[in-house]
């Protein structure tokens, strides 16, 4: 599938590198690039073949967040035009909010390998991902407040569970922006490396989950981790216990066990 506002490029190991794509304004989201987001995390989703997305900023940026010289034109922050009533009754389904969410929900694991300046919704973006790491030069604005508004991309719902709240609060609140070495201090990313080392640590992230866990597996630990994060301690364990009921009925849990008795690499079948 073609994209105006994003490139993605598939490897035949299934690892999925998608680039935001609109260096004339600074990566910043779009309409088009938001939906153009959404179809590929649905693709990826629907793709046996695909096992890990990473997310990367064309250039010497990862996103700037909002079109600001379209908002200071306007005079107001940006939304699309004429919402339907679903997006109405169901904020989460729209826009930049949909794309943070739908990343979230996503059962494959998703790396954000943040290459530059990540701004307000560039925030959200990496927020959205399951693992951040940062290149040296990145730097992290979370600076809705000083722009007079409140994080509304699911970055604010999110950050709490990633930082914990007095550092969510202070930071957002102040609207700073942090370096990469900052971002790790706080526990939003993970790792800080080389410029030149970024997309190649990705990947090796990537081919870590790919060859050691079951894909199977692996969307079960992710949906039962998140589900988790929402319930009682009971509900969690109900979920794990189902997902437990799933994996181990496969043929990649059989195999699992078979490998570690012969000591060599398993071979997964995906099911």
């Known amino acids: 599938m073609s994209y105006q506002f994003i490139r993605v490029d598939q490897d035949a190991h299934g690892v999925v590198l998608l680039t935001i794509d609109d260096p004339s304004a600074k990566n910043a989201v779009n309409w088009a690039m938001n939906t153009e987001m959404v179809q590929e995390f649905a693709r990826v989703e629907r793709d046996p073949q695909a096992r890990a997305l990473i997310i990367t900023g064309s250039g010497s940026i990862f996103c700037s967040g909002g079109n600001i010289r379209r ?8 939304e699309p035009p004429e919402p339907t009533l679903r997006e109405e009754l169901f904020p989460h389904e729209a826009d930049i909010r949909r794309v943070v969410v739908d990343l979230r929900r996503m059962s494959k694991p998703a790396i954000a390998a943040v290459n530059g300046p990540a701004i307000g919704s560039g925030i959200g973006i990496a927020a959205g991902c399951d693992i ?36 969510a609060y202070e930071w957002g609140v102040t609207g700073r922006t942090l370096s990469a070495e900052q971002a790790r201090d706080i526990g939003f990313v ?7 080392r970024l997309l190649e640590r990705a990947r090796e992230l990537a081919m870590e989950i790919i060859d050691n866990v079951p894909p199977i597996t692996a969307q079960a630990f992710k949906l039962a981790l998140t589900e988790a994060l929402e319930r009682s301690l009971e509900d969690g364990v109900r979920i794990a216990e189902r997902a437990q009921r799933v994996v181990r009925e496969t043929r990649d849990h059989n195999e699992a066990l078979k490998a570690y008795a012969d000591k060599r690499r398993p071979v997964w079948q995906g099911r």
């Not at 940062?134 to 409140?150: D, N």
């Open 190 to 196: 993970s790792e800080v490396v080389a410029p030149e």
């Open 71 to 78: 908002m200071t034109a306007e005079g107001k922050s940006l």
């Open 132 to 167: 951040r790491i940062a290149s040296e030069r990145s730097r992290f604005g979370w600076v809705f407040t000083r722009r007079g508004i409140v994080p509304d991309d699911a970055s604010l719902a999110l950050m709490p569970q990633l930082i914990g709240y007095a550092k």
